[in-house]
């Protein structure tokens, strides 16, 4: 992993270049983008609970009116969309680990905003095999840095039980069928009573993020908050 935040530093150099459009800065910014790409989408309206871009004036979304979650509450500040799609693919695809630093600012500043008490950061853990050939897990990079800013301490709580297939080409229910039991706690002691902040890059279908929090919740975490850097549209809008 060092090797290739050593070659991004090289092409994309931390606080000169425009995470957006590699152009160079002419100022300094905490969040590394300039005043041309100064237009992300950011999650304005969203459910209360899941925290999806609803769009409209209403406090839940379609899915959370009609079902419960094993999460508490979700948060994420930008909308999956155009431009925070190519970050988002970037930094899974492209070597991108040098992107997390930047996303994780948006994200402290999300979690600031929501006046959420904390216990222990977390993330969801990535199948060996593809954590591997990516040469790290972007959530679990994020969540250092997240840790960083914020003080609250990262622990790893979670582990893979099983492999799974790449999500992204499924659909909602045959993503909860592949994911169903695909984790447990490392340590229950580490859990039980913990206030959990759970760290991932995207939340789309919620299937995964909602695995995680069933397990933490089953070994008595008491609270799980998600934190993602994007999260998708109202369930009408979903792909």
Known sequence: ????????EVFFPSDIKCIVCDGELSFKTKYG?????????????YCKTCGRHVGEMTPYCIECTNRSHDFDIARAPFIYKDTVIKLI?????RHGAYLTKFMAQYMYDTFVNSQTPIDVVTFVPMPKSRQYERGYNQAQ???KEFSRLSDIPIKTLLKRTKYTKNLARMGREERMNAINGAFDVINKEDVKGKRVLLIDDVFTSGATTNECSKILKKNKASFVFILTFATSTDKI???
């Open 1 to 8: 992993m060092k090797f290739f935040e050593g070659l991004s």
């Open 33 to 45: 983008v300039c005043d041309r790409c100064n237009n992300l989408e950011y999650n304005t309206k």
């Open 89 to 93: 693919y970037r930094l899974k695809y």
């Open 141 to 143: 990079e994020i969540a």
């Open 237 to 239: 809008q979903m792909y």
